[in-house]
């Protein structure tokens, strides 16, 4: 595993503390796990994106969807 130094501003380093404390985990843990989710957000952002510049790709509304999936 690597090893990153990162800045952390005071306030958030205070509430990653918090919760670090309330779950039993370590900070690392939980700053993977929110660097995991971010890139995750990410990619499915640059999908979209690529899929919305996409003329051939067949764009429906949300209205479109939830009816074909009859919700």
Avoid at 31 to 59: F, G, P, S, T
């Amino acid at each position: 595993m690597g090893l990153a130094e990162i800045k952390i501003p005071h306030n958030l380093l205070e509430e990653l503390d918090k919760v670090a404390k309330r779950t039993s985990k370590s900070r690392s843990f939980h700053v993977q796990k929110a660097i995991r989710l971010y890139l995750e957000e990410y990619m499915d952002l640059e999908i979209a994106l690529k899929r919305a510049k996409n003329k051939k790709d067949r764009l429906i509304s949300s209205d479109q969807l939830k009816k074909r999936l009859g919700i």
